[in-house]
């Protein structure tokens, strides 16, 4: 049976059917140099978000060629550098089905908090201050909803912002997809310019860098809401600063972030910025569904 690595933190009935299963398994948080050394004793390591496996660390492990599989707990594989590890027979796995419903509940969650101002008057009221006839807010129904990106996560928040009676339009690298008639197929420039909420729901790469920066700013219709889900680096956040302060973006939802934990106090400071601290696949229910995911892969590589 295999030794191992999780790093951070799993579904504790999935880790328990693990042990059940034969495995050994440490839950342990390493930080990069000491994961180096640790990975060299493990046949398998379970990640999320926090942990980054970069080359140096796969050239690290492969000292003893005994790590054989990483699995990242969600659906992003950005943290690793996926082609050098399965070049170097390390095969890397992630849970693309599991979370898809929590990270589209979140997305519709902060549109519901900036429309109706809920993300700030919970911090003013806090303050003493009583601002009703500030926030005056607006309806998500008959609203156009723009998503950029059209995989799984995309599709359920399509399917909920529908339910509440938004337009949505969408723009994919894929292009039109097929079976999607609920939906209208868009250009990114046509998607910024039609949108009255923007949410992205793409990977972020290195050699593309932002999708979201001045230019695209620019493009988007005057008071446009901005929510982002997806990942770190997609939005420009220096841009987004700056279509906050002039008023060309009315307010943005953020969950993910350039860098993680955030030191950006001018953007976790803004008074037109929703925060959360990147907690897209955080429910019970979704990460009960990766551990399940989990014990698939393990199951069927190992045995």
């Known amino acids: 049976m295999a030794r191992i690595l999780v790093t951070d933190g799993m579904d504790k009935n999935a880790a328990e059917q693990l042990r059940k299963m034969g495995h050994e398994l440490v839950e342990e948080h390493y930080e990069p140099e000491a ?22 660390i796969i050239d690290a492990a492969l000292e003893t060629n005994k790590l054989k599989l990483i699995i990242r707990a969600g659906v992003g594989l950005d943290n690793i550098d996926v082609q050098y590890a399965m070049e170097h027979g390390i095969q890397v796995n992630n849970t693309p089905n599991a979370s898809s419903s929590a990270v589209a509940e979140l997305a519709i969650g902060h549109m519901f908090a900036l ?30 909803l723009g998503l950029v990106g059209f995989g799984r996560i995309a599709k359920e928040t399509a399917k909920k912002a529908k339910a509440l009676g938004m337009n949505v339009i969408y723009t994919d690298i894929k292009g039109e997809q097929e079976g999607q008639d609920s939906y209208k197929y868009a250009s990114m420039e046509e998607l ?15 050699e593309i860098g932002a999708v979201i920066s001045t230019k695209e700013f620019e493009m988007m219709k005057d008071g446009a809401y901005l929510v982002n889900c997806a990942r770190g680096g997609v939005v420009d956040e220096a841009a ?64």
């Open 192 to 206: 910024l310019k039609q949108s009255d909420f923007i949410s992205l729901h793409i990977p972020f790469k290195k």
């Open 35 to 56: 994961l180096k050394e640790q990975l060299k004793n493990f046949d398998a390591t379970i990640i999320r978000s926090a942990t980054k496996i970069r080359q140096e």
């Open 115 to 144: 429309s109706r101002y809920i993300y700030i008057s919970n911090v003013t009221m806090r303050n003493g201050e009583w601002n009703k006839k500030a926030y005056k807010g607006i309806e998500l129904a008959g609203k156009t």
């Open 240 to 303: 987004l600063l700056e279509a906050l302060d002039s008023g060309k973006v009315s307010a943005a939802a953020i969950d993910v972030f350039e860098e993680e934990p955030t030191k950006n106090e001018k953007l976790y400071k803004h008074e037109k910025v929703s925060l959360t601290p990147h907690i897209g696949a955080s429910t019970k229910e979704a990460q009960a569904r990766i551990g399940e995911e989990i014990i698939e892969i393990v199951q069927n590589f190992f045995e």
